[in-house]
C-alpha cells in the first residue's frame, strides 16, 4: 500500500502558488537567474524543465517499489539525465538557435534540485496519478517564476516582450536588467514583493485592503482634503 | 612558455572574469543555503574546489578517450567488429548520463576516503560532501570542458580541464566567503522585513556580481603583462 499523502487535486494546486518551487522554496535558482533575460529561453527553458520533471516524475513513480534506499538519488539522478539528453536533443534539432543561447543550462537541469526533491519528496511515495499532477502542478508553478522573472528583466531592459516593443519608442534600456546583477536584483525585489504580499493577505485579507483604498478614494474626507 | 600563458588566462577567466556564481549563476544554491557564516561557507568552497577537480579530471579522461567525436576507444572497438574505419564515431550524447554518473560516484568514494584516512578534514567538511552532487558547478566545469573539445584539431589538455576546474572552485570559494562575510554583518542590521532572508541576499549578489563586472577585460593586460614578463 502507498504510504497516505496528499491527494493529486492538493499536489497540483499546492505547486502552483502555495509551495511555487521559486518563490516559496527557492529551488532551481540557476536557470532562474540564468536564463530570465529574455521571454522565449525562459518559456523554452520551462518547457524543457516540465518535460523532464514530468516525465521524470511519471518513471519513479512507476518504479518506486523498486527503489533500494541507498541507491535511489542515483536512480533519480539517471533517470533525470536520460529524459534531460532527450530534451536537449530535442532543442537542437527543431530549435537550434535557441539551444545555442540556452548553451549549458539545459544540461544543467539535470541537477536542478527541484526535479530531485519532487523525485524524494512525491513521486518515490505516491502513485502515478499524484505524481503526473505534481510534476504538472509544479512545472506551472516553475514555469509562472521564470516568466513573471523574465517579464520585468525584458520589458525593463529592452522595451519587449516575446520581441514585440511594448514600452514608448523612447524608452532608454536598462542595459543592466539583461546582466547578471539586474538578475540578482529583480529575483530578490520580486521575493521581497511576493513576501510582502503574502504577508498582507494573511492579515487583513487582500480584499479587504483593495476595499479600504477605494473607499479612501472615494470618501469625501480625501476628495475634500485634494 | 604560452601554454602557461594561456593556463594563467584561464584560471583568471574561470576565477574572476566569469565567475562561476556571479556570473554563470552555477551553484547558487549552496551560496544562498551555506552563506550564514564565514567558517562554513568556506568549509563548502574547499569541499567543492576540491570535487570539481576530482571529477573534472575523471570526465575529461572520459571526454578525451570515450566520448568526444573521433574518440580512440569507441574507434578502435568499431574497427575490431570490423566497421569501417571512415566513419567517425561520435557518443556525445552520452556525455551527461556518464559526467553525472562519475560526479555521484567520485563524491562517494572522496567522502569514504576522507572518512577513513583524515578524520579532521571530514569533520570540517565531511557534512557538505553529500550536497555538492546536485551543486551545478560541479557539472558546468565538466560541460565546459567538453565544449572544447569538440573539434579535434583543438582540443583541451589535462592541464587547462584542471586549471578550469580550480579556477571555478576557487572563484566559488571567494564568491561565498565574501557573501558570508556581508551576511555576518547584514544580521546586525535593520533590513526591511519582507526582504530579511533570500531577498537581500539577492540583492547582495546583485552588487557584488556588479563589482566582479569590474573584472572585464582584465584578461587582456594580464596577458600583455606575461608576455613581456615571460619573453
Known amino acids: 500500500m502507498d504510504k497516505e499523502g496528499p491527494t493529486a487535486l492538493e499536489r497540483f494546486i499546492n505547486g502552483v502558488l502555495p509551495e511555487n518551487p521559486i518563490y516559496r522554496q527557492l529551488l532551481g535558482m540557476c536557470p532562474t537567474l540564468a536564463v530570465t533575460n529574455a521571454m522565449k529561453p525562459a518559456v523554452t527553458m520551462a518547457a524543457a524543465t516540465a518535460f523532464v520533471l514530468i516525465c521524470s516524475n511519471i518513471m519513479v513513480s512507476l518504479i518506486r517499489r523498486l527503489l533500494k534506499p541507498h541507491l535511489r538519488i542515483l536512480v533519480f539522478t539517471l533517470t533525470i539525465a536520460t529524459f534531460v539528453t532527450i530534451a536537449d536533443r530535442f532543442l537542437a534539432a527543431y530549435v537550434y538557435d535557441m539551444s545555442k543561447q540556452l548553451g549549458p543550462y539545459v544540461p544543467l537541469i539535470i541537477v536542478n534540485c527541484l526535479i530531485i526533491s519532487r523525485a524524494e519528496i512525491c513521486a518515490s511515495k505516491q502513485g502515478l496519478a499524484v505524481a503526473t499532477a505534481d510534476g504538472i502542478g509544479m512545472s506551472l508553478g516553475f514555469g509562472l517564476g521564470l516568466a513573471s522573472i523574465a517579464t520585468v528583466r525584458e520589458l525593463l531592459g529592452s522595451g519587449t516582450w516575446f520581441g514585440i516593443h511594448v514600452l514608448p519608442a523612447g524608452w532608454p534600456n536598462w542595459g543592466i536588467m539583461a546582466l547578471p546583477p539586474g538578475a540578482f536584483v529583480t529575483l530578490g525585489l520580486l521575493l521581497a514583493v511576493v513576501e510582502w504580499g503574502t504577508r498582507r493577505r494573511a492579515a487583513t485579507g487582500i480584499w479587504r485592503t483593495v476595499r479600504m483604498l477605494w473607499s479612501w478614494r472615494h470618501s469625501p474626507a480625501s476628495s475634500s482634503s485634494s | ?231
Open chain 2, 1 to 231: 612558455m604560452e601554454t602557461l600563458t594561456g593556463l594563467i588566462l584561464i584560471f583568471i577567466s574561470a576565477a574572476l572574469i566569469n565567475n562561476f556564481v556571479l556570473h554563470y549563476f552555477v551553484g547558487i544554491c549552496p551560496f544562498l543555503g551555506v552563506s550564514r557564516r564565514v567558517d562554513t561557507a568556506f568549509g563548502m568552497g574547499c569541499a567543492v574546489t576540491f570535487v570539481i577537480s576530482i571529477s573534472t579530471m575523471l570526465n575529461w579522461m572520459f571526454t578525451s578517450f570515450i566520448l568526444r567525436p573521433g574518440a580512440p576507444l569507441p574507434a578502435w572497438v568499431w574497427r575490431t567488429a570490423g566497421g569501417n574505419p571512415q566513419t567517425q564515431l561520435d557518443l556525445s550524447v552520452l556525455s551527461y548520463i556518464i559526467y553525472i554518473f562519475v560526479i555521484a560516484s567520485s563524491v562517494q568514494f572522496v567522502e569514504m576516503y576522507v572518512r577513513k584516512f583524515s578524520p579532521p578534514l571530514y569533520k570540517s567538511f565531511g557534512v557538505f560532501l553529500p550536497l555538492i552532487t546536485t551543486n551545478c558547478a560541479i557539472l558546468f566545469a565538466s560541460l565546459e570542458v567538453l565544449k572544447h573539445m569538440q573539434d579535434p584539431a583543438n582540443l583541451w589538455s589535462l592541464p587547462q580541464a584542471l586549471t578550469l576546474a580550480l579556477g571555478g572552485g576557487i572563484g566559488f570559494t571567494l564568491a561565498i566567503s565574501l557573501m558570508a562575510g556581508i551576511r555576518e554583518e547584514l544580521d546586525l542590521c535593520d533590513v526591511p522585513r519582507p526582504l530579511r532572508g533570500a531577498g537581500i541576499a539577492l540583492i547582495v549578489a546583485g552588487i557584488m556580481a556588479m563589482a566582479f563586472m569590474g573584472f572585464t577585460g582584465v584578461e587582456k593586460g594580464v596577458e600583455t603583462a606575461l608576455t613581456s614578463l615571460l619573453r
